[in-house]
């Protein structure tokens, strides 16, 4: 069990129910993922198929049981395409540039996370053992920080980054987005050792072990799952971010979701196919940490506000 | 730092050169900003500020090593806030009273002038009206549909954790690509939406072509996003009611809706509220989304898409800036009661 601190909550009574309710929850569930599993479709669909109507939303090795209008030929060439394809008939096959865009979104996030977490962890430990005065203050001004609409940050930090020359690199994103992960890994972290107990803190603490030592020897390993579930989490919010990227990156550090909004760009000639493969490609990680974080999930959206 | 009130150890030595004197070097490191400030170019000034706060947070460090442990611990967070969020923030302050635009030269003090005009900008009114428009709709239909989930989903059943999973994806998707799905469903030719809606009606189904229509098109897919979160907060309060109480309630023959009032509803009521108002600030600021799905078309312009053209495609800069001072004013208050009522949570629980 990766995430014990949990462990309690599953001990607590809940109402069984039998497969009848399994039943219900598949249909609504279904009915709500529907939407994702279109796309997931759709990125296996020919440029012709995801256009057609009726719909075609089965692929034709279903065609024992569903009408044959309703069928499409599935392909992987959309996912090929991603990467590089040819943009006129004919014409030779082109870097699109999607890896490189793949490359910045991981390494942005990853590098701007490790940042995060390792400021983040030690402030949040500072903010639940060492209260100062007027702490809950700071921990407001933090919070508040990332409650604010991203435009308000970012237009000072426009004029900021075109000052410093940080506009377009890689150091001025990954310093903002320290800075964005910040405030929920503060608050995130210090949930998790405001759940300690302090007692063993305390018998090391009087057998004249060093802060450092109980930092890193009693406090950190009991953390460590919730140091997991907020790195990730961080990850996901990072790695979705759009408003930033979309002002504060050029070319070359272009992240996913602005490339994936300006391939939306035009109206018309929209290759939905291409955009499906894209978003499904993207969305992967998402549903993998879905699952794997699942108990944390609520803490993590509330930022550490709400435990339980 | 707030916690070092007592200077260097040295005792009167202000200008003895030490690593722990740094009272010393933060007045030396103003002296000299100052000077190049006046003197130096602009750029060469930046670095030189640079150098000196470098000194400063240094000695501030040498000096509290070992003594003021909460300060050293948080000192380096509070650092890369105040460069990265907080001086921005005041910068533009500043530049509300000013102004100034990024495509021109030109920087004159004109006071509130900018404040004055946004007040009376039937504009900024208008799209005010519009943000709350989308606020109060969205958020009624995630709640709705986040406490009808939750309630499916309170009893332990087989597979639920899995499906579970199907249920929570959206929320932790980013809001680009739930804005390319959902240009996809509501495109008029060949979206699904557009289909279903021909099999009732004959007439070509555009549904972004239309104030309510654009309205609901976002509504739609903002709620299906985030009526998981809610969820999530109502099955925490669901999963808390004793289970002794409904025994009870059941021996009394206590009618459903009388159980659901009194028993679940208060333990519930608590997160719900947290949900609200959680939703409420995420949706106050609602940009993605529109930008993706209609870019303020159909008079759907959030504040935060209005700020964000002002700025961006009509370089008016302070006259943003003096707006998002309003957002961050709002967001400051909401955040402010939803941290009183999370301690106060917190506390009781």
Redesign the interface.
């Known amino acids: 069990m990766l995430f014990r601190s949990n462990a309690k ?1 599953q001990t ?8 009848g ?2 039943f ?3 249909v ?3 009915i ?2 529907f ?2 599993l ?2 997931i479709i ?1 990125a296996f669909k020919e440029h012709t198929d ?6 075609k939303l089965f692929p034709d090795f279903l065609s024992f049981i569903v009408p044959e209008g309703l069928t499409f030929k599935p392909t992987f060439d959309n996912f090929v395409h991603v990467f590089s394809r040819s943009y006129s008939a004919g014409a030779a096959a082109q870097d699109t540039g999607f890896d490189r865009f793949f490359f910045n979104s991981i390494f942005i996030a990853g590098f701007s996370v490790l940042l995060a977490l390792f ?2 962890t ?2 949040a ?3 639940s ?6 702490n809950d203050t ?1 921990l ?6 990332r ?11 426009m ?2 980054f075109r ?2 020359g940080l506009s377009g690199t890689y150091t001025g994103i990954i ?2 987005y ?2 964005f992960n ?2 929920f890994t ?1 608050w995130m972290m210090k949930s998790f050792f405001d759940e300690l107990s302090p007692d063993v803190e305390d018998a090391a603490r009087i057998d004249g072990s060093s ?1 450092r030592r109980v930092f890193f020897k009693i406090c950190l390993p009991q953390v460590l799952a919730g140091l997991a579930a907020t790195a990730v989490f961080g990850l ?1 919010l990072t ?2 971010e ?2 930033f990227a979309l ?1 504060l990156t050029g070319v070359e550090t272009r992240t996913v ?1 602005v490339a ?2 300006q391939t ?1 760009g035009g109206d018309i000639g ?1 290759r ?1 196919g291409l ?2 493969a894209i ?1 499904t490609l ?2 992967i990680p ?2 993998l ?3 794997f974080l ?1 108990n944390q ?2 803490r993590g ?2 930022f550490g ?4 | 730092m707030k916690t070092t009130d007592t200077p260097s150890s040295s005792g009167n030595a202000l200008f003895t050169p030490s690593w722990s004197n740094w009272l010393g070097a933060l007045i030396v490191g103003v002296v000299a900003t100052v000077i190049s400030a006046l003197v130096l170019p602009a750029i060469t000034t930046l670095w030189i500020a640079g150098a000196a706060s470098a000194l400063v947070a240094v000695t501030a460090v040498v000096n509290a090593w070992g003594r003021y442990i909460g300060g050293l611990l948080i000192a380096p967070a509070i650092a890369v806030l105040v460069v990265m969020n907080i001086f921005p923030l005041l910068w533009s302050l500043g530049l509300s009273f000013y102004n100034y635009r990024a495509d021109r030269q030109t920087l004159r003090f004109i006071g509130f002038r900018h404040y004055e005009r946004l007040i009376n900008d039937p504009v900024v009114w208008d799209r005010l009206t519009t943000t709350a428009t989308l606020v109060v709709l969205t958020v009624l239909v995630q709640m709705i549909f986040g406490f009808l989930l939750a309630l499916l989903f309170a009893k332990q059943f087989p597979l639920r954790r899995y499906l579970l999973i199907l249920v929570l994806t959206p929320m932790m998707l980013s809001y680009v690509a739930v804005g390319a799905f959902f240009r996809y469903y509501y495109d008029p030719t060949f979206g699904l939406v557009s289909q279903v809606a021909n099999l009732f009606t004959d007439e070509p189904y555009v549904l972004i072509s239309s104030t309510g229509g654009a309205i609901a098109a976002i509504v739609i897919a903002d709620a299906w996003m985030w009526a998981p979160f809610v969820m999530l907060l109502v099955l925490a309060g669901l999963v808390s009611v004793p289970k002794y109480l409904y025994e009870a309630a059941a021996v009394d023959r206590v009618p459903a809706w009388r159980r659901f009032q009194s028993i679940t509803f208060p333990y519930v009521k608590g997160l719900l509220m947290l949900a609200l108002l959680f939703r409420t600030i995420e949706a106050f600021k609602l940009f993605d989304i529109v930008f993706i799905l209609t870019d303020g078309g159909q008079s759907t312009e959030t504040i935060a898409l209005y700020v964000y053209r002002q700025a961006i495609q009509f370089n008016k800069t302070s006259y943003s800036a003096s707006l998002s001072y309003v957002l961050l004013f709002t967001v400051i208050v909401l955040t402010n009661l939803y941290l009183y009522l999370a301690n106060r949570r917190a506390k009781e629980g």
């Open positions: 909550n607590r009574e809940v109402d069984q129910a039998g497969w309710r399994t219900g929850a598949t609504v569930s279904l709500y993922f939407p994702v279109i796309i759709t995801a256009l057609a109507v009726p719909a400021i983040g030690l402030a430990f500072g903010f053992r060492y209260p100062l005065k007027g700071y407001f001004v933090i919070l508040t920080t409650m604010l609409p991203a435009i308000v940050v970012i237009i000072p930090v004029l900021m000052v410093t310093l903002l320290t800075a910040l405030p503060i802060e996901i790695w979705n759009f408003l002002l979701p994936m909004s939306i929209v939905w955009l499906a978003e993207f969305l998402v549903i940490v879905t699952f699942q999930l609520l959206v509330t506000t709400v435990k339980r």
